[in-house]
């Protein structure tokens, strides 16, 4: 079983709808947990981290962190055809190192 | 300021070769780490260095090995390349290693044939 699980999708929405993503985690030593978007051949690009449990918010993005179930999620409203991408989450087994969901595919059709 | 830069940005090699991959980390950024990101194991973690010393190394054969220099900027070398190389060779920069705030390179595709 993997660190971190992830749904590949893809995930199709409207123009304006809600994206919804998650992931699930089993180590319970995770501190921070980062939302990372990347285009086709481009590098991740970070969008937010959360450290521990609760919400963060910036602009049309929402992280969610819930401990307890290990349990994240990212919610971008108002979705654009420009959000069209792959969206990682990532998590820190340690001080060096992030652990990686295998990403879902987004997909915002005008 | 000037994102992580990374070189070159597209590779072909053949089997039994080797590759060096250079990263330019953001100015003033001291931790580098690589990441090796593939169709099937997804991003996967390679090793991570701090002023020029590896602090973290992931689970990947001796072939794969990094080195980062006084002013930051690091390069990885792959010996005896196998075709399960080819890959995206991903480098993130971090102020000082932390992990929160990695920023990403675009990356170098390296093809194996």
């Known amino acids: 079983q993997k660190e971190v699980e992830q749904d590949p999708g893809p995930l199709s929405v409207p123009e304006g709808a809600i994206v919804s993503l998650n992931c699930t985690y089993s180590?319970?030593?995770?501190?921070?947990f980062m939302w990372y978007r990347q285009y086709s051949r481009k590098g991740p690009e970070l969008l937010m981290y959360?450290?521990?449990?609760g919400n963060k918010e910036d602009g049309r993005f929402t992280a969610q962190v819930d401990k307890s179930s290990k349990y994240i999620s990212l919610f971008i409203r108002d979705s654009q055809p420009s959000d069209s991408a792959t969206y990682l989450c990532?998590?820190?087994?340690?001080?060096?190192?992030?652990?990686f969901g295998a990403g879902t595919t987004v997909t915002v059709r005008a | 300021k000037a994102g992580v830069t990374q070189t070159p940005r597209y590779l072909i090699k053949t089997r039994g070769q080797q590759v060096t991959l250079s990263c330019s980390p953001i100015?003033?950024?001291?931790?580098v780490s690589w990441y090796q990101q593939t169709p099937g194991q997804g991003l996967q973690f390679l090793f991570e260095?701090?002023?020029?010393?590896?602090?973290n190394k992931g689970n990947f054969p001796g072939r794969f090995s990094g080195r980062q220099f006084s002013n930051s900027r690091s390069e990885m070398n792959v010996s005896t390349l196998e075709l399960g190389d080819s890959a995206l060779y991903l480098c993130?920069?971090?102020?000082?290693?932390?992990?929160?705030?990695?920023?990403f390179g675009p990356g170098t595709r390296l093809t194996v044939t």
């Open positions: 993130a920069s971090s102020h000082r290693g932390a992990t929160y705030e990695q920023y």
């Open positions: 180590n319970s030593a995770f501190q921070y």
């Open positions: 959360t450290y521990s449990s």
């Open positions: 990532a998590m820190n087994p340690n001080d060096y190192k992030l652990s």
């Open positions: 100015s003033g950024h001291r931790s």
């Open positions: 260095y701090f002023s020029e010393t590896q602090r």
